[in-house]
């Protein structure tokens, strides 16, 4: 009951920290400012209310608890929105936003009736997507992406003990908010990239020239 109450709030916090600690990092760069901000901004949730109820407790209801890979994404949007540390250039971010934009792309247009045949019924029965997910494994296991595969065994496992209440494998592997986040971050790696072509081919040309 314990573990089920904090996950079911976790969605909530790490956005309203993220959030607060983001809009701080415009006037400040200082790491401690922008905790307290997220911390203040959790406070504040909680007493603010919305038709009865607070603020925190209206996201609450409004955003699914988090999947395994879902809750790592957004501790670490929490950690770079609190440093202002960036991980679009680490090869096991790219690989893992990537795998959870490409994921979503599969699921939800299906699972909201965009398209004929609902893939959400996947993760009832079959073997497609525990065969995916098998490669997904065995490619972050072969590049050593540590926290991809540990993300994985917890969903994984937490389908396989029941441990959450679905019965169905997607909700472990991926959430919306994880999707949406995974979306954002491939959209600023779209937009950085051409700026870190420029810096690098100056580099390049400026590099001394054999006699």
Do not use: H
Request: glycine fraction near 8%; aromatic fraction near 10%.
């Amino acid at each position: 009951m314990i573990a089920n109450f904090l996950l079911d709030r976790t969605s909530a916090a790490l956005i309203i920290f993220a959030v607060m600690a983001a809009l701080t990092g415009i006037a400040t760069m200082k790491p401690a400012a922008r905790i307290g901000a997220g911390l203040a901004g959790l406070i504040l949730a909680a007493c603010l209310t919305i038709s009865g109820r607070s603020l925190f407790g209206w996201l609450v209801s409004a955003i699914e608890r988090p999947s395994a890979p879902g809750l790592l994404l957004m501790i670490m949007f929490a950690i770079s929105a609190a440093t202002e540390r960036s991980y679009q250039s680490v090869p096991e971010f790219r690989f893992g936003t990537a795998t959870l934009m490409l994921a979503g792309l599969g699921l939800y247009p299906g699972a909201t009736g965009i398209l004929n045949y609902d893939t959400y019924v996947l993760g009832y029965s079959g073997y497609l997507l525990p065969l995916l997910l098998a490669a997904t494994l065995g490619y972050a296991i072969y590049r050593r992406y540590v926290f991809i595969v540990l993300a994985l065994n917890v969903a994984i496992l937490g389908f396989l003990l029941s441990a959450g209440r679905s019965l169905n494998l997607w909700d472990y592997v991926i959430d919306p908010v994880a999707w949406l986040l995974a979306i954002g971050s491939w959209a600023a790696i779209a937009i950085n990239l051409p700026r870190c072509k420029l810096v690098a081919t100056p580099s390049r040309l400026a590099a001394p020239q054999p006699s």
